[in-house]
């Protein structure tokens, strides 16, 4: 007679082998979601371009790993003990996360990054740079705004940029910006991974 299983014992090989797969299959088309921006795919391309060249690779790279990495611990570790409800509350959670990260998202954009629109060869370009919370206290640069000052003074130099705007504080505000930009992805990583565990639940019932 085979003795039953002990409660709380190691998943067998067969079962934890499935739930990896599962987690690896989930996780890994989230955390290429950033980079589709790379690749002209709409909304995400122009994501990526509102942020400066000098964070935007870091920002990407990271946000990627953090999505995967969240999408996978919610694949693996909550598969066999979820219910509906649970995924209720933890969707709950995770959209006020995203709100959160969302707003904060936008008030470090709007407060540190300044746009530069620029012609190059006769066609219209954009470019951004990260200048940090406060304004410049450069002569060359009194009485005018940010743009201005990146454009004409500082040529779009990001040395030149730095040292007219502090390279300490642009320091603190590139780590803030990509901070917010990982906690936003992974969430939506959460909420991505949430979903995909609902949807096999209902299949399931």
Same mark, same amino acid.
């Given at each position: &007679?085979?003795?039953?299983?002990?409660? @709380?014992?190691?998943?067998?090989?067969?079962?934890?082998?499935?739930?990896?797969?599962?987690?690896?299959?989930? $996780?890994?088309?989230?955390?290429?979601?950033?980079?589709?921006?790379?690749?002209?795919?709409?909304?995400?391309?122009?994501?990526?371009?509102?942020?400066?060249? $000098?964070?935007?690779?870091?920002?990407?790279?990271?946000? $990627?790993?953090? &999505?995967?990495?969240?999408?996978?611990?919610?694949?693996?570790?909550? $598969?066999?003990?979820?219910?509906?409800?649970?995924?209720?509350?933890?969707?709950?959670?995770?959209?006020?996360?995203? !709100?959160?990260?969302?707003?904060?998202?936008?008030? &470090?954009? *709007?407060?540190?990054?300044?746009?530069?629109?620029?012609?190059?060869? @006769?066609?219209?370009?954009?470019?951004? *740079?990260?200048?940090?919370?406060? @304004?410049?206290?450069?002569?060359?640069?009194?009485?005018?705004?940010?743009?201005?000052?990146?454009?004409?003074?500082?040529?779009?130099?990001?040395?030149?940029? !730095?040292?007219? *705007?502090?390279?300490?504080?642009?320091?603190?505000?590139?780590?803030?910006?990509?901070?917010?930009?990982?906690?936003?992805?992974?969430?939506?990583?959460?909420?991505? @991974?949430?979903?995909?565990?609902?949807?096999?639940?209902?299949?399931?019932?």
């Amino acid at each position: &007679m085979t003795k039953p299983q002990a409660a @709380g014992s190691r998943p067998d090989r067969t079962k934890l082998l499935r739930r990896v797969l599962h987690s690896v299959s989930v $996780s890994g088309p989230v955390g290429l979601l950033p980079y589709l921006g790379k690749l002209d795919f709409p909304v995400l391309k122009q994501l990526v371009e509102l942020y400066p060249e $000098s964070i935007a690779n870091v920002a990407i790279l990271f946000s $990627s790993a953090t &999505m995967s990495a969240v999408a996978a611990y919610v694949q693996f570790h909550r $598969s066999d003990r979820i219910t509906l409800e649970n995924i209720n509350q933890s969707f709950r959670f995770g959209i006020r996360c995203f !709100a959160v990260a969302l707003v904060l998202l936008l008030i &470090m954009y *709007f407060w540190t990054v300044t746009p530069v629109h620029y012609n190059f060869n @006769g066609e219209a370009r954009t470019t951004s *740079f990260v200048t940090g919370f406060t @304004g410049t206290d450069a002569t060359q640069c009194a009485g005018r705004s940010r743009e201005d000052c990146i454009l004409h003074e500082a040529q779009l130099n990001e040395a030149h940029i !730095a040292s007219f *705007f502090g390279e300490w504080q642009i320091r603190l505000a590139n780590i803030l910006v990509v901070g917010i930009y990982i906690v936003f992805t992974a969430s939506f990583g959460y909420l991505q @991974g949430l979903r995909v565990l609902r949807t096999s639940l209902r299949k399931k019932g």
